[in-house]
Nanobody
């Protein structure tokens, strides 16, 4: 399994930006799907975005489409989530997750990083 460590969270005002990072270690990321999830207080964890490491294919939840951008850096074994035009409803703990393409469920998770957006 891979090990995942997120960073980059913080407190910002509505309309500002943040970039989250997820450093991946343990084994090659080839053949993996990497994703961002988030969980707000009192709510279930929800999908935000994912990227197929080999092809670079991406998709997004409707709630973040057009505002968030997922990317990866092969050389640094790092995944990013650029978050622009942040809204108070984006406040949550953000987690990165990994699974192999053949698996349906994510089985490696980071510890999470807190994002707080004030109005």
């Amino acid at each position: 399994q891979v090990q995942l460590v997120e960073s980059g969270g913080g407190l910002v005002q509505a309309g500002e930006s943040l970039r989250l990072s997820c450093v991946i270690s343990g084994r090659t990321t080839s053949g993996y799907v990497m994703a961002w999830f988030r969980q707000a207080p009192g709510k279930e964890r929800e999908f935000v975005s994912r990227i197929w490491w080999n092809s670079g294919r991406k998709d997004y939840a409707d709630s973040v489409k057009g505002r968030f951008t997922i990317s990866r850096d092969n050389a640094k074994n790092t995944m990013y989530l650029q978050m622009n035009s942040l809204k108070p409803e984006d406040t949550a703990v953000y987690y990165c997750a990994a699974r192999r393409v053949a698996n349906s469920e994510y089985y490696s998770w980071g510890q999470g990083t807190q994002v707080t957006v004030s109005s």
